[in-house]
């Protein structure tokens, strides 16, 4: 029992500060999940005490965000010392463990999956909230369509100058944008990238920049902006080039991307980005 009200049932998932369980609100007779994150693991004192502060500002900036695609935030507790994130339960598969069975997916689909999660991110942009690691282990797929993002752990909220003093790059190297790579403070726009290189991975099987298990070679790529076309798009591969536009400003908005996204779903399968019409010599009059 956790906080005298929360009775865990099942764990759900594991990583490496903590678990996730399946858990019953007994007082509101409700299925949550609780997210535990164990402070014992830490290295030091001030590891610890970073995690607690991760939970609380998880806490903070997911309960300002109130929308259909985005995990919800109910409490925040402690058990046996650790902090613990009360949160809406989702029966779902992340988008990472879809891909791993499934290796890609159609470009319709990820336009669909990339519509819900770009609308969620475009609220969570309207209340000053940058994700700052948008990745396919942060995409739950449920079996009714429903599509949420989840883990606004290393989040930084705009109006809160504490976060920044943080040291190190935030995010999921793979995933960054390239600005980010190279050390810059994250934007909306990083959070468009990240957005991008996600779904580029869905129909290509594999990230932008590729993988590495060298962290600064990929940081290294990843910072170059050069990312590769992508070649089973179809209909999508416009709108993920204009997604990952090297240059954060050349970048659309995350409203934007949703209408965009939308447009992608609808396309015919098989179809191809429009082309831009050649060029035609004008002559003068004889």
């Known amino acids: 029992m956790v906080a005298g009200r929360y009775r865990l049932?099942?764990?759900?998932?594991?990583?490496?500060?903590?678990?996730?369980?399946?858990?019953?609100?007994?007082?509101?007779?409700?299925?949550?999940?609780?997210?535990?994150?164990?402070?014992?693991?830490?290295?030091?004192?001030?590891?610890?005490?970073?995690?607690?502060?991760?939970a609380m500002r998880e806490a903070r900036i997911a309960a300002r965000l109130q929308h259909r695609n985005a995990i919800a935030m109910f409490d925040v507790t402690e058990h046996q010392g650790d902090p613990c994130l009360v949160m809406e339960f989702l029966p779902s598969r992340s988008l990472s463990a879809v891909l791993a069975e499934r290796g890609t997916l159609p470009p319709a689909e990820?336009?669909?999956?990339?519509?819900?999660v770009a609308s969620a991110l475009a609220a969570a942009h309207a209340v000053g909230i940058v994700h700052r690691d948008i990745k396919p282990g942060n995409i739950l797929l449920?079996?009714?369509?429903?599509?949420?993002?989840?883990?606004?752990?290393?989040?930084?909220?705009?109006?809160?100058?504490?976060?920044?003093?943080?040291?190190?790059?935030?995010?999921?190297?793979?995933?960054?944008?390239?600005?980010?790579?190279?050390?810059?403070?994250?934007?909306?726009?990083?959070?468009?990238?990240?957005l991008g290189s996600t779904l580029y991975h869905a129909v290509e099987g594999r990230p932008?920049?590729?993988?590495?298990?060298n962290p600064l070679a990929?940081?290294?790529?990843?910072?170059?902006?050069?990312?590769?076309?992508?070649?089973?798009?179809?209909?999508?591969a416009g709108v993920l080039t204009m997604?990952?536009?090297?240059?954060?400003?050349?970048?659309?908005?995350?409203?934007?991307?949703?209408?965009?996204?939308?447009?992608?779903t609808s396309a015919p399968a098989g179809a191809a980005p429009p082309t831009p019409p050649r060029p035609v010599a004008v002559l003068p009059p004889p």
């Open 9 to 54: 049932q099942e764990q759900v998932g594991s990583g490496a500060m903590g678990v996730v369980w399946k858990a019953e609100d007994q007082r509101l007779g409700r299925v949550v999940a609780i997210k535990h994150l164990v402070v014992r693991y830490a290295l030091s004192d001030s590891n610890s005490e970073e995690t607690r502060r991760r």
């Open 110 to 116: 990820v336009a669909e999956i990339g519509a819900q």
């Open 142 to 194: 449920a079996d009714n369509g429903t599509v949420k993002i989840t883990d606004f752990g290393i989040s930084k909220a705009l109006d809160d100058g504490t976060v920044t003093t943080q040291t190190g790059i935030a995010g999921t190297p793979a995933y960054l944008a390239p600005e980010i790579a190279r050390g810059e403070d994250p934007t909306r726009a990083s959070d468009v990238f990240s």
């Open 208 to 213: 932008p920049f590729g993988t590495n298990s």
């Open 218 to 236: 990929l940081l290294h790529a990843v910072a170059s902006g050069n990312v590769a076309p992508a070649r089973n798009a179809g209909p999508l």
């Open 243 to 264: 997604l990952m536009r090297a240059e954060p400003t050349g970048r659309p908005s995350m409203l934007e991307a949703v209408s965009a996204l939308s447009a992608a």
